[in-house]
């Protein structure tokens, strides 16, 4: 795994904005695999300036984001569908028929995992897939276990991501249980990986990300196996 090793936050976003910006010069119809959470929005900002100043064009680019709240409707401002219209699609001038979230509106899960997955496929599989890492150390909604999913799945999320999230909520009641998150074998398949990390909260997982050792109790390890990952990493996380 390579590291870069940044000073802040600020640059942890900047590093990011650049390489995702690099992708898409490169391959301008390539397919980006998107988070959500508070550690992109800085490499969102900074891509959407790009995007204004003409320096990166969205025009041909698919996305597929890695995770939904279920069931959660999408007019519902903590669902992650709001999330990424209100942080980025509104703002740049990418093909609405190219975004693909994980619908938390569906009546049937499972169809809608399916589904999902067969989409990345079709599309050509993803070319940069950026993530993000929870405290606990999971991936989209990957969440420790004693087993991970492979595909694209509906989960139940663990009392740590709950308190974790319920910031973002009126109270931790409001926080759905569950959610569809692409399956860490769909991750893997991404053929380059960058993940981002701030603040010592994150210092723990990122420890053992790094430790070389893979379990399933810290599903970020699974990074371990995949040949092109980069990890994009502040001080604090790195502490
Ligand atoms: C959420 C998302 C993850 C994200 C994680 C960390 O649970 N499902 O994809 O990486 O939280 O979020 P933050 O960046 O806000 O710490």
């Given at each position: 795994m390579r590291i870069i090793r940044c000073k802040n936050y600020d640059e942890v976003s900047e590093v990011a904005a650049r390489i995702v910006a690099a992708q898409v010069t490169m391959k301008p119809d390539c397919v980006l695999g998107l988070p959500t959470g508070s550690t992109p929005l800085g490499m969102y900002s900074r891509l959407i300036q790009k995007n204004k100043e003409n320096k990166i064009d969205f025009s041909n680019v698919t996305t597929f984001n890695l995770d939904e709240y279920f069931p959660i409707s999408r007019s519902n401002n903590q669902s992650y569908y709001y999330f990424m219209f209100e942080n980025f699609f509104n703002h740049i001038?990418?093909?609405?028929?190219n975004i693909h979230i994980p619908n938390g509106e569906t009546t049937d899960p499972e169809a809608e995992c399916a589904s999902y997955e067969a989409a990345i496929e079709a599309a050509g599989g993803i070319d940069l897939q950026v993530l993000g890492i929870g405290q606990n150390g999971h991936i989209g909604f990957n969440e420790p276990g004693d087993f991970l999913e492979s595909t694209t799945h509906i989960t139940t999320l663990t009392q740590s991501t709950i308190a974790a999230n319920s910031r973002f909520f009126e109270s931790i009641d409001d926080v759905p249980k569950k959610a569809l998150t692409s399956g860490m074998g769909t991750i893997l398949k991404s053929k380059k990986i960058i993940i981002l990390a701030s603040g010592k909260a994150k210092s723990e997982a990122v420890k053992s990300l790094l430790s070389g050792k893979i379990t399933t109790q810290n599903p970020s390890t699974m990074l371990n196996l995949h040949k092109d990952v980069t990890l994009i990493a502040d001080e604090d996380a790195l502490l």
């Open positions: 001038n990418i093909n609405k028929e």
